[in-house]
């Protein structure tokens, strides 16, 4: 029988561990004596991976025993109703995640069992920081179906996590265009509280709201021209060919220094041209086999948008093939939230290939890498789609 300890070890670092380790894991978490912080923070990122213990930690959720946040964050991974009532109760004690990289997590639920019990986080006076912003990310990952919330997130335009609040009403879309003649203002700078980073966050949204894209096209293109190319890219990607005007400048910026510049640009390209030649080649050079999970390099939103484009991109193939078949996780970034970034990046890789499709060397399904002493024989498949 696995300690703890070492069970733990080897759900942190293999993507694929014995199933007895996770049956450790939650059976420790489940225990209501154990009060291990890394066993908690495992199971709150596990997702599918233990959704054969799912009953038993339905029971110690109900019986309060363990950690009712770890526990509702695991069943809510897994898509299970029987979170939403510990998640409504950790709101109205504003005992909300303070992550906001767990808000993917709750997005798998139904928007209208939560939506309340989040509009009432954000009416507290004054705004809870970590509250806010896990919020904030819900409601952007909901889109429309956080519509309702509108009145609450036009409030928030006024604090200082209003470039937040600007992407959920431009994810919100059309429902949120009461807002529009603010968001001009925050596009043009006439906001007291616009900062260097809004006016394009905002002219964006207000293209969602109201289906004009001529302040996003003015404000975005302005940006991509000026020396700060990288922060008006996504906008006018999402533009596409509306931003046409703007193709040869973004052609330029894929010869930038910076990596993510590259990326930003080789994708806004595609997207404004249609011609996936010249973005190919620097999205895949961005594609280091080795990526540890920094963030300072731009691997996984290279390989997104790889898949985006589909096909055309079929040289990359074989080398994320050889990425997904590794067996261990990332190695960032720290354990709170390791297992929710490997499982994007696995996500990410997976749907790459299967938008991709089958190519000259192979099917597109990678191969489950050879086994090796305790590590499990098995898939997992993908979740929804990242939100933009």
Same mark, same amino acid.
């Given at each position: 029988m696995r300690t703890l300890g070492s069970a733990v070890k080897a759900v942190f670092r293999y993507r694929r561990p014995d199933p007895e380790?996770?049956?450790? %894991?939650?059976?420790? %978490?489940?225990? @209501?004596?154990?009060?291990?912080?890394?066993?908690?923070?495992?199971?709150?990122?596990?997702?599918?991976?233990?959704?054969?213990?799912?009953?038993?930690?339905? &029971?110690a959720l109900d019986k309060r025993l363990g950690s009712v946040e770890e526990l509702a964050l695991a069943l809510a991974g897994m898509g299970d109703a029987r979170a939403l009532p510990a998640l409504r109760r950790l709101g109205e004690e504003n005992h909300l995640p303070s992550d906001r990289a767990h808000a993917r997590t709750l997005a798998g639920l139904p928007a209208a069992e939560?939506?309340?019990?989040?509009?009432?986080?954000?009416?507290?006076?004054?705004?809870? +920081?970590?509250? /806010?912003?896990?919020?904030? #990310?819900?409601?952007?990952?909901?889109? $429309?179906?956080?519509?309702?919330?509108?009145? &609450?997130?036009?409030? +928030?335009? #006024?604090?200082? +996590?209003? +470039?937040?609040?600007?992407?959920?009403?431009?994810? !919100? @879309? $059309?429902?949120?265009? %009461?807002?529009?003649?603010?968001?001009a203002d925050f596009a043009t700078g006439r906001a007291g509280l616009a900062g260097r980073h809004h006016p394009r966050r905002a002219a964006w949204a207000h293209w969602k709201v109201t289906g004009d894209p001529a302040l996003a096209l003015d404000v975005c293109g302005a940006a991509v021209g000026s020396g700060t190319g990288s922060h008006g890219l996504p906008f006018l990607a999402d533009l596409g060919p509306l931003a046409a005007q703007y193709a040869d400048t973004v052609r330029g910026l894929m010869d930038s220094p910076g990596g993510w510049t590259?990326?930003?640009?080789?994708?806004?390209?595609?997207? !404004?041209?249609?011609? $996936?030649? =010249?973005?190919?080649?620097?999205?895949?050079?961005? %594609?280091?086999?080795?990526?540890?999970?920094? =963030?300072?390099? =731009?691997?996984?939103?290279?390989?997104?948008?790889?898949? #985006?484009?589909?096909?055309?991109?079929?040289?990359?193939?074989?080398?994320?093939?050889? !990425?997904?078949?590794?067996?261990?996780?990332?190695?960032? $970034?720290?354990?709170?939230?390791?297992?929710?970034?490997? #499982?994007?990046?696995?996500?990410?890789?997976? &749907?790459?290939?299967?938008?991709?499709? =089958? /190519?000259?060397? @192979?099917?597109?399904r990678a191969p489950v890498p050879s086994a090796r002493r305790g590590l499990l024989r098995r898939w997992r498949g993908p979740h929804a789609a990242r939100p933009h």
């Open positions: 380790c996770w049956e450790v %894991v939650v059976a420790a %978490v489940c225990d @209501g004596t154990c009060h291990s912080w890394d066993a908690n923070k495992a199971v709150a990122q596990a997702g599918s991976a233990i959704s054969a213990h799912a009953d038993r930690m339905a &029971e939560l939506l309340p019990t989040m509009r009432t986080v954000l009416r507290q006076e004054p705004p809870p +920081y970590h509250a /806010s912003t896990f919020t904030l #990310e819900l409601l952007a990952s909901w889109g $429309p179906a956080a519509a309702p919330a509108v009145p &609450e997130v036009v409030r +928030y335009l #006024e604090t200082p +996590y209003a +470039y937040d609040a600007l992407r959920v009403l431009g994810r !919100i @879309g $059309p429902a949120a265009a %009461v807002a529009a003649d603010r968001l590259r990326v930003a640009a080789a994708h806004a390209h595609w997207r !404004i041209t249609g011609d $996936p030649e =010249p973005a190919v080649p620097v999205l895949l050079a961005a %594609v280091d086999p080795d990526w540890t999970g920094n =963030p300072a390099l =731009p691997t996984r939103e290279a390989v997104r948008r790889l898949g #985006e484009i589909g096909a055309p991109a079929a040289a990359a193939a074989p080398l994320l093939r050889r !990425i997904l078949a590794s067996g261990e996780r990332l190695g960032h $970034p720290f354990e709170s939230r390791r297992i929710l970034a490997d #499982e994007t990046y696995v996500r990410t890789l997976t &749907e790459a290939l299967e938008r991709i499709g =089958p /190519s000259a060397d @192979g099917p597109v």
